[in-house]
């Protein structure tokens, strides 16, 4: 077993170098900013730390909350040296962004009421039931935001309308999308006459790590062109859609939606509210909603595209987060594992892979196209947990330790090897590598 005191007292140091006062940045070089779910994450680690910093985490998440109900991915440090990023986005285009603080204009997968949960169940009652008290108002804001304004259809599941969105960035089955249909006419040029390496060189990313570690030039190029289409509309859903390059309902963010959900109506129990009347039968939807992901002949879950309802028949992590939503029967789940333990899919020497290994799309290194990580491993390990599969819950927390150890707080791993790839120092790494050593 892997010395978990020095493996905790690594994971600590990199919190404390990471901390931002208010928030922590992910890394100190690619990601100096505050992210969404990476601060749930961390909040889930620091709770076993310092419960009042945990509590800060996310208290400046809800700060910078649209009054749409819309949580943002991103938080920008108002310093002129990141005046760029934020110009990037403009938020300010939009008449529901805060006062007085940047953010970008999409949001990332919900996990802000897990981590409220988490965080509440170190605290004794009354302390418990003021913290739930004091993050309910926004909770409910955000979640009736995602149903309102990524649910047009009322049908059950919500729609994403970036990759970003995900937290799954360059994942393939929106970049199969994207290959496929998606692609905007001026960056098929651009990929024509390979002009890869000089986009390359002008990325931020791929000056501080190897290019093959990072998402491709031109899926990165369509990424961002996307994302200025965003802007240009302000942000506003309705006009999106007229137009849209990417609306996908995505599997991984509806799963997670799922289990948010749950907490939800855990928090609002226990504080004695009734949750909104719409917003119960929205919960209720999507949990019977997520079973139109389910194809029958491959025995897993897809994402869908929102207006054909074709299913995006491309395999990824996302298949398997399903066991985390808790919502499926057991048949599935069991289903489920053994895709977690073929060696032909995500059975792997450290996994779990973000892609499985018999998918063409699989790179060992590549960001999402390979990777593990261990924020998705913590998802996977909750699911297992909590359909019965304690051994597979244990192995899985042990591997992941385990490669944690033999490299380090990397931002992910390679899935054979265990090397450390991307941003050293990572956050999320350190902090659920914490709640794994020390959460029974």
Known sequence: MPNETNIVGDATAVLEKNDRGHYTQPSDSLYPHQWLWDSCFIAIGLRHLNLKRAQVELKSLIKAQWSNGMLPNIVFRNEDRYRIDRDQWRSWLSPYAPEGVSTSGITQPPMLAEAVVQIGSKMAWPERRLWYKSMYPALVAYHEWLYIDRDPHQEGLVLLIHPWETGLDNNAPWMSELHEHLMPLWIRMVQKIKLQRAINFVRLDTKHLPPQERTDAIDALSMFSSQRRLRRKAYNINKILDHSLFAI??????????????????????????????????????????????????????????????????????????????????ERAGMLVNLLENE?????????????????????????????????????????????????????????????????????????????????????????????????
């Open 249 to 330: 309902e995505d599997l991984a963010f509806n799963a997670i939606l799922i289990r948010a959900n749950s907490r939800l109506e855990s928090i609002a129990k226990a504080i004695r509210v009734e949750l909104p009347e719409e917003l119960s039968k929205d919960i209720a939807k999507t949990r019977h909603a997520l079973e139109e992901l389910w194809d029958e002949a491959d025995k897993q879950y897809y994402s869908r595209d929102f207006a054909t309802h074709r299913l995006i028949k491309v395999s990824s992590i996302a298949a398997l987060l399903p066991l985390y939503a808790g919502s499926i029967s057991k």
């Open 344 to 440: 032909h899919a995500f059975g792997t020497a450290y996994p779990v892979p973000s892609a499985p290994v018999n998918s063409p799309w699989f790179k060992q290194e590549q960001y999402w196209q390979g990777p593990s990580w261990v924020n998705t491993n913590w998802l996977i390990i909750k699911g297992l947990q909590s359909y019965g599969y304690k051994e597979h819950a244990e192995a899985l927390k042990e591997s992941t330790i385990e490669m944690v150890q033999k490299s380090g707080m990397y931002e992910y791993f390679n899935p054979i090897k265990a090397g450390g790839l991307g941003s050293s120092n990572f956050s999320w790494t350190a902090a659920l590598t914490i709640d794994l050593i020390k959460s029974a």
